[in-house]
């Protein structure tokens, strides 16, 4: 079993930074995709950023040239810079982990934009 551990998030003005955070612990593989998605109320989640354990990282297009997704493999760690935050951005994003054919979800942190 993985466990994803998320921190991070909070209320930031318009134009605003905040950096999430998600650690994984447990049985662990070498191999694997981490990454974001957000949600908003009534809405499937949508893909925001993700990476691999090689550095290959994909954005979503509502994020590119805001976002950047990086990660520190030997602390089995993603992080989320958010820079110039929309009202749009507001949402839950949850952390993700991806390896074989199973797929852990972190318990989601709040991001708020205010304008």
């Known amino acids: 079993q993985v466990q994803l ?10 134009g605003g930074s905040l950096r999430l955070y998600c650690a994984a612990s447990g049985s ?3 191999i694997w995709t981490m990454g974001w998605h957000r949600q908003y ?10 990476t691999t354990n090689y550095g290959i990282t994909y954005y979503g297009n509502a994020v590119k040239g ?17 820079n110039d935050l929309q009202p749009e951005d ?10 074989g054919a199973n797929t852990y979800w972190g318990q989601g ?5 205010s304008s």
């Open 5 to 14: 551990e998320e921190a991070g998030g909070g209320l930031v003005q318009t």
């Open 28 to 30: 662990l593989v070498s």
């Open 41 to 50: 109320p009534g809405k499937q989640r949508e893909l925001v950023a993700t």
């Open 66 to 82: 805001r976002f950047t997704i990086s990660r520190n493999n030997a602390l089995n760690t993603v992080y989320l810079q958010m």
């Open 90 to 99: 507001t949402a839950v994003y949850y952390c993700s982990r991806r390896d």
């Open 109 to 113: 942190t709040q991001v708020t934009v």
